[in-house]
């Protein structure tokens, strides 16, 4: 079986298609998406729908429960909280409930997918080794996949050796060996590493082998969609620069 890892949507339509164009040639399965479908971009509704339209398995991101009222917003930033507020007003009632029907942590395949972190799925940013470390306790499979951060890393704990924190590179390939691993693919949407290209990875099963890829894709076309829909400056200007 192939996997393509997705985390970090947040309703960049031209993002998300980039990517799926990438995997037409790529014999997936099946899609795992890491949450955060919505939130800051200007397209839910589309993003949403296209996702459902794939096979899939799915966990919440703190803005796709934000967007529909499942958690409070009074801890999000200004500009994200003004993002949610407006995603809430546009989303279709199917896709509202999807969102907040959504599960917190979901295993597959020997993995285990949260949005934040497996001890905290929400909220947590898994940001260094410390963190990820404390946080194997908290998932039983070998493997565990989380967003949040938007960028792209991984996690290694070794039966001996010093653990592995690290970024993952466009095109690099993580052989799962022995130990526990933590790998974030880095956000489809709205990546914050100084890379705007839109990030993603696959596992394949077989091969026991994670590939991360960089995705060019319109950026200006989703900045002047933000733009018409009054999404805030920031949330616009930082889509350039991948921060
Ligand atoms: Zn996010």
Same mark, same amino acid.
């Given at each position: ?8 949507i947040h309703a960049n339509l031209a993002a998300l ?6 995997? %037409?040639?790529? %014999?997936?399965?099946?899609? +795992? ?5 919505v939130g800051y971009g200007p397209y839910p509704n589309e993003c ?6 794939? =096979? ?7 803005h796709? +429960?934000?967007s ?10 200004r500009d994200a909280?003004d993002a949610c507020q407006w995603t809430?007003s546009v ?11 959504? *599960? ?16 905290? *799925?929400? +909220? ?8 990820? %470390? ?46 526990? #691993? ?7 949407g709205q990546p914050?590493?100084?890379?705007p %290209?839109?990030? #993603? ?6 091969? =026991?082998?994670?590939?991360? #890829?960089?995705?060019?894709y319109d950026i200006a076309e989703t900045q002047q969609r933000m733009r018409d829909e009054g999404l805030p400056r920031f949330l616009i200007e930082r889509l350039s620069q991948g921060i």
């Amino acid at each position: 079986m192939r996997y393509a890892i997705l985390s970090d949507i947040h309703a960049n339509l031209a993002a998300l298609e980039a990517v799926l164009d990438d995997l %037409r040639e790529r %014999r997936i399965d099946e899609l +795992w998406c890491l949450g955060d479908i919505v939130g800051y971009g200007p397209y839910p509704n589309e993003c949403t729908e296209l996702l459902r339209s794939c =096979k899939h398995s799915c966990v919440v991101g703190n803005h796709d +429960w934000g967007s529909t009222g499942k958690i409070s917003i009074s801890e999000f930033n200004r500009d994200a909280a003004d993002a949610c507020q407006w995603t809430g007003s546009v989303l279709t009632a199917g896709n509202f409930d999807y969102l907040r029907a959504l *599960p917190e942590v979901v295993e597959r395949d020997g993995f285990t997918m949260a949005h934040g972190s497996p001890r905290y *799925p929400i +909220w947590e940013y898994i940001m260094n080794s410390e963190e990820a %470390r404390e946080n194997l306790p908290y998932f039983k499979t070998p493997f565990c996949l989380v967003g949040h951060t938007h960028i792209p890393l991984v996690f290694h704990q070794g039966k001996r050796r010093v653990p592995v924190f690290r970024h993952l590179d466009d095109g690099e390939e993580i052989a799962l060996g022995e130990g526990r #691993y933590i790998i974030n693919p880095g956000s489809v949407g709205q990546p914050r590493d100084s890379d705007p %290209r839109g990030s #993603y990875a696959i596992y394949d099963a077989e091969e =026991k082998r994670v590939t991360l #890829y960089r995705i060019p894709y319109d950026i200006a076309e989703t900045q002047q969609r933000m733009r018409d829909e009054g999404l805030p400056r920031f949330l616009i200007e930082r889509l350039s620069q991948g921060i």
